[in-house]
């Protein structure tokens, strides 16, 4: 993913948000500064602020509320993912020990709370606090979709809707408010061009969630975290569930019931991810993931031809496209 050329037409702007995160999560003494200073160097790609920032720039213009927008949602993002590294147990990301697994559960949660208290000391103005209700539901989504990949999991349900359901809480909805509020904090949108953004977001995020799905039960990428983790913690993505479907229901049965099993040989977990390849099925959810890019790609037609509108779908395409 060329970053540098997506993030061309917004770089000042970028330059002036990765400033603004370091200082928002300026050290403050003792072994949390440890801490602080593992999330900085692990330095992701940063594509919520990417997203939030170029929607701002095509629907009007980037203000400083856009990048208090985008400082807030990187922090929302940064700490729901250490949240979810204490659910899964994880123990790397992006090629890193995660905080847990240096740390232990007990501080990784609290840091965690920690970063969502910093979220409300970047607010400043009235046009800020109005925006609550959208990091509210950010607030609300995540955790959201969190209970009910496990109750899904729990009851290893294998239905499309759900599916699509868990997603649309867990990732789509991030990206979804991203592009949303990088409308509404630009100069003077319409609501139309800031639903129109909101819906891009949107389906970029169900893409991007696809996409992770088919990473993880490929073996041949190095994603920086184990492959088939997802089959470990018995969540059944949309290759499976396209695999499982095209079953009869004693063969599907046997598979639901390997899949529920709290342990698992690493030979079984790869003789289940060859058949998914073998019958076609991540060719099949990659076939979704580009629809779901399409759908986003739709979104922009009102908008001229310019180097930001490129730039969003060059993000789009290269999120879908990932090997990482």
Request: with cysteine; hydrophobic share 40%.
């Amino acid at each position: 993913m060329d970053l540098k050329n997506i993030t061309y037409p917004i770089r000042e702007y970028l330059d002036l948000f990765n400033n603004r995160f370091y200082e928002s999560i300026s050290m403050e003494g003792f072994f949390v500064d440890e801490i602080t200073q593992h999330v900085l160097n692990k330095n992701g790609k940063r594509i919520r602020p990417i997203v939030n920032l170029l929607s701002a720039k095509l629907a009007g213009g980037i203000t400083s509320q856009t990048i208090r927008c985008a400082l807030i949602l990187e922090l929302l993002h940064t700490a729901s993912l250490i949240h979810d590294d204490v659910i899964d147990q994880g123990q790397q990301r992006r090629g890193e020990p995660t905080i847990n697994s240096i740390w232990g559960n007990n501080t990784a949660i609290l840091f965690g709370d920690y970063l969502y208290g910093k979220c409300l000391e970047i607010m400043e103005t009235e046009s800020d606090f109005k925006l609550l209700p959208y990091f509210a539901k950010i607030g609300r989504e995540l955790p959201l979709g969190e209970l009910l990949q496990k109750e899904v999991s729990e009851k290893l349900d294998y239905s499309e809707e759900t599916y699509f359901k868990v997603i649309s809480k867990k990732t789509a909805a991030l990206l979804e408010v991203s592009a949303e509020l990088g409308a509404i904090s630009s100069t003077g949108a319409s609501i139309e061009v800031i639903n129109n953004l909101k819906t891009f977001g949107f389906y970029m995020g169900l893409a991007f969630q696809v996409r992770d799905d088919i990473l993880d039960l490929s073996p041949e990428f190095d994603t920086g975290k184990p492959f088939g983790n997802d089959i470990l913690e018995k969540k059944i993505t949309l290759p499976l569930i396209y695999m499982l479907n095209d079953l009869d229901e004693r063969e599907r049965n046997k598979i639901l019931n390997f899949i529920g099993q709290d342990s698992k040989k690493e030979k079984e977990i790869l003789s289940l991810i060859h058949r998914i390849n073998e019958g076609g099925y991540y060719v099949k959810a990659e076939e979704k993931v580009l629809s779901f890019c399409r759908l986003a790609e739709i979104q922009l037609d009102q908008f001229a031809q310019s180097d930001t509108k490129s730039s969003l779908i060059e993000l789009l395409y290269s999120l879908a496209k990932r090997t990482n």
